[in-house]
């Protein structure tokens, strides 16, 4: 089975595509790093103060998945300071 985590973030404080860049590629990294998943940016790439990112995990328990990536969304709300964490959506597939 694979599972998606879609997190839509606000970087109110963002004046530029580069720092912009510069607040997510270390969260990228870091929930590659921390939780072993795939991750990129996916969409909002040209604006300032929005990005979405997704994370992708494999397994064959859905139950599994769906638990560690809630894990991953809750470590983003509680730990990431660069902005907001406007909505989080998980799928099973």
Do not use: Y
Request: overall charge neutral; glycine content about 2%; aromatic content about 6%.
């Amino acid at each position: 089975m694979l599972a998606t985590l879609t997190i839509h973030l606000h970087l109110p404080l963002c004046t530029s595509l580069k720092e912009k860049r510069g607040r997510i590629k270390p969260l990228i990294s870091r929930l590659r790093r921390e939780f072993n998943v795939s991750v990129a940016e996916m969409d909002l790439q040209d604006k300032w103060t929005e990005s979405v990112i997704a994370c992708a995990m494999v397994n064959s328990d859905a139950v599994t998945l769906r638990q560690s990536l809630q894990t991953v969304a809750k470590w983003v709300e509680s730990n990431w300071t660069d902005g907001d964490v406007w909505d989080t959506k998980i799928e099973i597939a």
